[in-house]
């Protein structure tokens, strides 16, 4: 007997509800058949585990027949033999002739990039990896900090050898008491709520579901409710990731409920901020500083005005890096695939119609 896998219902209401996958036998041609007997899973990883973690992968999962893939070519010549995939990001090329994918392990939490129509039509279960939520939410304290502490300022007089401590004290702020508004709570958004209210944040989360509420938060609302609560920020941060429901999410009418003075923080997705708009609200006060670990376009060209303002924090998409992502990645790989194995649900199915 030969071991696939189908998918329990309908592949595409999989994506949305996270149903389980069930095993099924198939017979093989020929006189195996009664055997009871089904060959390995074949699974294509396309990142870099380290040495250690592709061990503990073979030693785990005898049953799954590893591919690692160091380089594009080798994902694009491992891929029509894949039944399950591991992957930041994968080239069409790569996507097209995947016929035998069932499950996409994303590892990344967006997954944009990763929402191809063969995909779906052929009702592959995408996953994302809430990996990176520790290291995104710090970076947007980190830019709190530097805004509060006016540390660009030290910086630029540094560069510049001029005195900037009387300018420094008069704009300095402290952060405790302050609110923060956190546009989204998934894995960065929740990360950063639990952070800010322990220094001391008045958070107020808005989410789809505002029923899953976030500990310390003051209040959580809907997101069809998010106007009620922009008028309170001292500081708004945009954890969105870019989804065709999200672009533009935060406009010129967001951005105008906002107190003169207020600092947005955007480590989603670039477009759900309109650029106009940021831009605009920069230049007439409206937003007192703006820290972006993203940006539309992605990255930036030289000339684009943004490097030009002094009051925006540029990180260049370097806020989920961190030395222990890969760790965490390989942990929620491994508990989906056990999930896979039995036939039961997987974690973070992603709905592909809306792309999270």
């Known amino acids: 007997m030969v071991g696939t896998w189908a998918l329990a219902g309908v592949g595409r209401s999989l994506a ?4 389980s996958l069930v095993r ?21 990883v396309a990142i870099d585990l380290g040495a250690a ?15 690692f893939a160091a380089s594009s070519a080798e994902v694009v010549a491992a891929a029509p033999g894949a039944e399950v995939m591991l992957a930041h990001s994968l080239p069409r090329e790569a996507a097209e002739p995947a016929v035998r994918l069932r499950w996409l392990q994303a590892g990344t939490s967006g997954v944009s990039h990763l929402l191809y129509s ?28 530097a805004f509060a502490t006016r540390l660009p300022l030290l910086i630029q007089a540094r560069e510049a050898r001029e005195p900037a401590g009387l300018h420094v004290a008069r704009e300095k702020f402290e ?44 209040r959580v609302v809907g997101v069809d409710r998010l106007r009620e609560v922009l008028p309170q920020a001292d500081h708004l941060a945009v954890t ?27 480590v989603g997705g670039g477009p759900t901020v309109d650029r106009a708009a940021l831009l605009a609200g920069l230049r007439e006060g409206r937003i007192g500083g ?3 670990d993203v940006t539309d376009p992605d990255p930036l060209p030289p000339d684009d005005p943004l490097w030009r303002e002094a009051n925006v924090l540029l990180t260049q998409h370097t806020s989920g890096a961190s030395p222990r992502n890969h760790e965490r990645i390989a942990a929620i790989f491994a508990d989906n ?10 974690q973070y199915v992603v709905d592909q119609s809306i792309g999270i």
């Open 16 to 19: 949305a509800d996270g149903r």
């Open 24 to 44: 099924a036998q198939e017979p093989r041609g020929g006189g195996g058949a009664g055997r009871g007997m089904a060959v390995a899973v074949t699974a294509l």
């Open 53 to 67: 973690g592709r061990d503990r992968l073979r030693a785990e999962f005898p049953e799954v027949a590893f591919t």
């Open 118 to 145: 063969e995909f779906r039509d052929r009702g592959v279960v995408l996953t994302n990896a809430r990996a990176q939520g520790l290291p995104m939410a710090e970076l947007v304290l980190a830019m709190m900090f």
């Open 175 to 218: 952060l405790e008491g302050q609110t923060l508004v956190i546009l989204g709570l998934g894995d960065v958004g929740g990360t950063l709520c639990r952070k800010a209210v322990a220094i001391g944040m008045r958070v107020l989360g808005v989410r789809r579901r505002p029923d899953i509420l976030c500990p310390g938060a003051e």
């Open 240 to 266: 969105l990731p870019l989804s065709q429901g999200t672009r533009g999410f935060i406009g010129a009418a967001e951005i105008a409920l906002l107190r003169p003075g207020t600092y947005i923080y955007n």
């Open 290 to 292: 703006a820290g972006l």
């Open 337 to 346: 695939l056990r999930r896979y194995l039995r036939g039961e649900p997987l």
